[in-house]
């Protein structure tokens, strides 16, 4: 199992879930991050004085896969992300040695597999 964690544009959320849920994944966590790379932020003007603001809001989005769908996952997530410009974001995959469901105490890949699409309200 590999968790795939990505940092995105906040207006690219739908379009990722959009793509995700093509796949079948539907398990996702999202969460409200700031952070600075290479977009360096921007000045802002605040009662005469200059401000410069380098933390931008971004979302976080977190998902725990099985090995076979991760090349799948990763290519939705940056096609579903994609802009062409700087501050697109990026794409973290790590290693995952156990997942426990914690209603059931069931452990392995079955906690994280999605049996059908499920839509994402609409």
């Known amino acids: 199992m590999k968790k795939i964690e990505a940092i995105i544009r906040a207006e690219r959320l739908q379009s990722v ?20 790379g290479r ?9 005469g004085s200059r401000a410069n603001i380098s933390l931008l809001p ?4 977190e998902s725990v896969v099985s090995d076979p769908l991760v090349d799948r996952v990763v290519d939705a997530i940056v096609g579903g992300a994609y802009t062409g410009e700087t501050g697109d974001g990026r794409v973290f995959v ?3 040695e156990q997942a426990i469901r914690i209603r059931t105490g069931e452990r392995g890949e079955e906690t994280v597999r999605h049996e059908t699409p499920v839509g994402w309200g609409y």
Request: charged share 30%.
């Open 94 to 96: 790590y290693d995952v």
């Open 17 to 36: 879930q959009d793509a995700l849920d093509e796949l079948g994944v539907s398990g996702l966590t999202v969460t409200e991050v700031m952070g600075c």
């Open 39 to 47: 977009q360096k932020g921007y000045t802002e003007q605040y009662r």
């Open 58 to 61: 971004k979302l976080k989005v």
